[in-house]
Structures are given as C-alpha cells and as structure tokens.
C-alpha cells in the first residue's frame, strides 16, 4: 500500500511533543509491513535546515497558490534515512526557514499551516506519488482533507483520508475571511469550516475524512463529551460512526533499558532490581538529593502546563512531604507559575526536592530508570507516551484514570495485585494524594510485591506492532468504502 503521512513535527528533525514521537515510530512501524512504501512529510524549519546531520537533495521547486499569494514551495528529499520511510521536508523560508525558535506559537500559524497542507498534495501531485491513503495529524495539517475533497479529488482518484486527533485542544481556528482569503476554497464549502462564524480547520478535517481516528480509546469516547472536547463534541458525536480510537505504542527500541546510552547501569526485567538500584542511586547524586536506597522516589517529566494535573501536586506536596518520607523530583519547563512553585519547593525542601526546570532527553531516561514512582495526574490525556516509558524502564505509574492514561495504566489493589499502576477516578487532589500514598506504603510495607509490579510493568508490550497492525485494517477498511 503507499501510505503519504503528513505532520508539522516528528523526531528527530523537530519534535515539541509526543506527536513528534509518533511521527518517528509510526511511519517507521507502517514501513516494516511488507508491501507499503511509506512517505513522511514535514516542513522545513530552520532548525532541521541547519542541522549538519540530515543530508537533502531538492528535488522540485513550484509555487502554492493561496489565495491572491503565490508561495515558493521546494521539495527536499532526505538521503539518509535507513529505516525504509521516504522523507520529504517543504522548503519556505517565509513561513519556515527564516524563523528562529519554537515551531508554533506565531500570529499567522494559521496561514502557515495551511501553506504546508496545500504544499503536501501538490507534492504529491508533482513527485506522481499518488497514495492509496493520506494520513493527516492534528490542526496544522487538518486543511488536507478539505483541500483534497473540495479541489484535489480528480488528481486523488481513488486515495482516501485519515485525519488523526493527537489532542483536540488545538483546533485551527481563523477569521471568517481566512476562508476566501488564504484557503480560497469553493464558496458552497463554506459552511464545512465554518464555527460561530469562524474557521475551523479541525472541524473541516472531521467532516471531510473519510475515517478520524485518536490516539487512545478512551479519548475516543470522551471527545464526544463537552468536558473534553472544547467545543467539537457535537461534531466529533455526528461523526461517531467514523471514529475510533487506536492507542499509541512506544519505540521500544529507543526506550530500552538494556541498551539506552543514557543510562549508567543497564537491566531488564529479571535484573531490574539491581540495575534500578545503580540508576537510583545515581541519578539522586546528578540531581543533588541524598542517595537514599530505601527512600521511594517519586519523579515527573513533563511540560509544566495546567492540564498535566499540575495544580494537583502544588495542592498536595507540602502535605505529602511532611507526612511522608519520600524524594520527589521534576523535570520540564513551561508555565512560569509552575517553575516558580517547583523552584521554591526545592529551596524549602534541599534534601527532599529537585526541580529541573530544562529540557534535557538524556536526564529524562535517567529518571525514568531512576524513579520508584512515576506521577502523570493529568487533567485530560489524548494518549500519553511517557506512563509507558516509565513502566518500560521498571518505574510504577499514580495516574488519573483518563484517557489513553486509562487505557495503557489498569490500576492495581492496595496489596499490588493486577494492574500496572495506581490509580484515581475523579480529577481531585486528595484522592490523587490517596492514590500515591497507596503507591508509597506498598514500596515501604512490601518491597516483594512492588517488585512483582514493576516487573508486570516491564513486561508489557508497548511497541507499535500492535497499532501499526490496526491502523493497517483502518486503511484498508477505507479503501474498501
Ligand atoms: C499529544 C497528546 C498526548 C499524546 C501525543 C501523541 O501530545 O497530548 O497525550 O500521547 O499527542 O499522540
């Protein structure tokens, strides 16, 4: 099958979060299956331009109308990738090449966006790749279903269309007139992207996707909800009949702890206890806690932003330290409400507390070794990856139950038995202080059986041949429609 899969991020050329994530095991997951020819296209942003590592040749060069605009668009294809995925980077210095810093965040990404989804399918249209299937990713790419139903179907004759939710949050939304004015779309369409007279590029890709799909089942069921749909439950329920959920797995390759190179001691699941032991130690001496064996670390990574459930933990950590002997440990940057509390924290609490406030991938895998307990409160969670690293790497999940949080993380007894981590049902802080007490007495109280635990944990099958393997049935449900 030739599968074109479009995305504004994936790792390791651009990544600002788990979609970068799956943008690199996906296609690469799809491309291991016999009998695909998988093509992966991003844009070209100054920092994948000025990155020695990847070698491109250009092989094409054309203008995207958009509106009254003419764009330059040209086509980089990358050389050196050895996984069997074709990659192809859409050169702009305008909208991409000239721009410093964050990938999104800009008053017209809007119109950047839409430049890159346009761009995609004459790049089809010009490589004559034609692919049975187009799976498209969140808001920046959410134009191409529109574009290919309302003008490109007779260049597309038999190709279908996935459009993938990784977090309804960010929706596209522009102006009215963004709709004549850059998308220049036929007018009888109008009404496909219109939202209380707005544009809404998310809303479009739901009605003109010949299938939706998110990353977990669970969200698949709450995106029909207002509490977690802001403001497209009712589309998202008029097209039920076309969503599913299909839950994110992890490169497991990369997330190994027998082989990851950031660790100082490496292990798997029958010489964890020992390994974890060495990494634990560690790790508590590169962030400059006491190295305490016997002393349950609880660790997070994550981008410090309100839905991660950080306003939980602020509720509940100075209760949690004075009543509990435990080390916590964060690392991620963000809101600054969120830097200053953690910075604080730490300086009232030396020896209990560490806040990282950096990005730092290699520390990232320490903690995830390191760590007894890992905390992912989140308010709402599409899928999450990083619950999955951590039980990968032998670290116990406290999670709220939602979600693909729900759905990777079955809570476990008070004794340990069943499930892989512990859990809470409402979004409340005390009982997400229940919970991890719930976690810190089974490590104090039964060290065997929060070992038996981490051990079901590390067993888990995470990688993508699973959902590779039913995002293939969805491909060729569609093309069977
Ligand atoms: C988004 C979601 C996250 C998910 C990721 C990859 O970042 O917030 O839950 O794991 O996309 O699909």
Redesign the pocket.
Same mark, same amino acid.
């Given at each position: 099958m030739k599968i074109a899969i479009l995305a504004s991020e994936g790792a390791p050329y651009a990544k600002s =979060? +788990? !979609?970068g994530? &799956?943008m690199e095991a996906l296609p690469a997951a799809l491309a291991r299956l016999q009998g695909n020819e998988v093509t992966l296209i991003l844009p070209y942003y100054k920092k994948i331009k000025d990155n020695p590592k990847y070698e491109v040749e250009q092989v094409a060069q054309f203008y995207v109308a958009l509106g009254w605009r003419q764009q330059y668009a040209g086509i980089m294809k990358l050389k050196n990738r050895a996984d069997g995925v074709q990659v192809y980077f859409i050169d702009n210095l305008y909208y991409f090449g000239g721009r410093e810093g964050a990938i999104y965040g800009d008053m017209d990404d809007a119109e950047r966006f839409a430049f890159f989804s346009k761009a995609c399918l004459d790049t089809l249209v010009c490589l004559d790749f034609i692919p049975d299937v187009i799976q498209c990713n969140d808001w920046q790419t959410a134009a191409v279903p529109a574009f290919l139903k309302m003008q490109y179907s007779p260049l597309f004759p038999g190709t279908k269309c996935m459009f993938t939710i990784? #977090?309804v949050e960010y929706q596209g939304w522009a102006n009215g007139d963004f709709y004549d004015n850059v998308l220049a779309l036929p007018w009888e369409y109008r009404g496909v992207l219109d939202m209380n007279n707005s544009v809404n590029l998310m809303k479009g890709a739901i009605e003109c996707a010949d299938l939706v799909t998110t &990353?977990s089942e669970s969200y698949a069921q709450e995106l029909m909800y207002p509490y977690y749909a802001h403001g497209l439950d009712g589309v998202l329920t008029d097209a039920s009949w076309k969503l599913t959920g299909i839950t #994110?797995g992890i490169d497991t390759n990369t997330f190994n702890p027998e082989t990851d190179p950031a660790l100082p001691a490496h292990y798997n699941a029958k010489t964890f206890v020992k390994g974890k032991a060495a990494c634990k130690a560690a790790l508590q001496q590169e962030v400059g806690l006491p190295v305490k064996p016997d002393v349950p670390l609880m660790v997070m990574v994550t981008r410090l932003a309100g839905h991660k459930g950080l306003d939980l933990l602020c509720y509940i950590a100075r209760r949690l330290l004075w009543e509990e002997d435990c080390q916590l440990l964060i690392l991620g940057t963000g809101e600054k409400q969120f830097e200053g509390f953690f910075t604080q924290l730490q300086q009232e609490y030396p020896d209990r507390v560490a806040a990282k406030i950096t990005f730092d991938l290699g520390l990232a895998a320490r903690i995830y070794a390191g760590g007894d307990l890992y905390l992912m409160p989140s308010k709402s969670?599409?899928? +999450? !990856?990083s619950q999955m690293n951590a039980m990968r790497y032998g670290t116990v999940p406290v999670v709220h139950a939602t =979600? +693909?949080l729900k759905d990777t993380v079955p809570g476990a007894a008070e004794t340990g038995a069943n499930g892989l981590g512990f859990t809470f049902q409402s979004y409340n802080a005390d009982d997400f202080l229940a919970s991890l007490k719930r976690g810190l007495h089974l490590y104090r109280n039964d060290r065997k059986a929060f070992q038996t635990l981490q051990k079901r944990g590390m067993e888990q099958d995470f990688s993508w041949d699973v959902p590779a393997g039913r995002y293939m049935e969805l491909f060729h449900r569609m093309l069977s429609q």
């Open positions: =979060g +788990g !979609l994530d &799956v990784h #977090n &990353v #994110n969670e599409p899928c +999450g !990856l =979600g +693909g």
